[in-house]
């Protein structure tokens, strides 16, 4: 039997906020954006050239959810962005207003560095040696 991850939940205070960051400022592709009821939608975005793996936008439903929005993960980076080619991403992702939380630095496992979306998530980016 074959498993995969193929969903990441990632929740946020508004969907369209959110497509607009991951689409049209990261570059994502909006997989699905399927209503389910008045206030609910299924929303689904994916980096260009991702293989399975992809991010479930989930608007906050109360103030239990509302307070996880930017720490999902404790304060840890939470969320990595891998690329074959660091500096243009890193340049394009830069050019875009990408909040960046540090310089570029290199690791033994990576060239990598820290950023934040607009909701307060850290990611990296990173390029694997």
Known sequence: ?????????????????????????????????TKQS??????VVAPSGAGSTRILLAKADGPEQEAAIGNQTGGRVGFFLQTDDFDADFARMK????????EPRDEPYAKVVVW?????NTWDLLQPR
């Open 116 to 120: 934040r979306d607009p909701f307060g």
């Open 38 to 43: 008045p206030t609910k939608r299924w929303v």
């Open 1 to 33: 039997m074959a498993q995969q991850i193929s969903l990441v939940a990632l929740v946020v205070p508004d969907y369209d906020a959110a497509i607009a960051f991951y689409c049209d400022m990261l570059g994502f592709s909006l997989i699905e954006d």
């Open 95 to 102: 050019d875009a207003g990408v909040t960046f939380l540090e």
